[in-house]
């Protein structure tokens, strides 16, 4: 499956965006479909992740309360929606699939075998 991030922008804080991850080459509802961030300088850290099975979500706490996850599976997409973003929030996001991930390691980047390329997000003070 190859996975194309888009969406990201300049926007103040306080302000909302939303991530898009449009998957091809197969339908995404077989994936758990997961998101990262990354500033220059540090790891690849979790934000969010859509199980296959349900639908079920899961956050990290720095966003918990303010980001959600949806998919369309008829447009074989899952969108991020960020709101109250805040200046911390910045770095370059990316979305991430798995066909099999569990619970306990959703948060590892080696758990996610498809990357799609990344979309800046900007928060300014």
């Known amino acids: 499956v190859q996975l194309q991030a888009s969406g990201g922008g300049l926007v103040h804080a306080g302000g909302s965006l939303r991530l898009s991850c449009a998957a091809s080459?197969?339908?995404?509802?077989?994936?758990?479909v997961a998101w990262f961030r990354q500033v220059p300088g540090k790891e690849r850290e979790f934000v969010g992740v859509v199980f296959r099975t349900g639908g079920a979500t899961y956050f990290a706490e720095s966003v918990k309360g303010r980001f959600t996850l949806s998919r369309d599976n008829a447009k074989n997409t899952v969108y991020l929606q960020m709101n109250s973003l805040k200046p911390e929030d910045t770095a370059v996001y990316y979305c991430?699939?798995?066909?099999?991930?569990?619970?306990?390691?959703?948060?590892?980047?080696?758990?996610?075998?498809?990357w799609g390329q990344g979309t800046l997000v900007t928060v300014s003070s």
């Open positions: 991430a699939a798995s066909e099999r991930v569990i619970y306990s390691t959703v948060h590892r980047v080696a758990s996610y075998y498809y």
């Open positions: 080459g197969r339908s995404s509802r077989t994936y758990s």
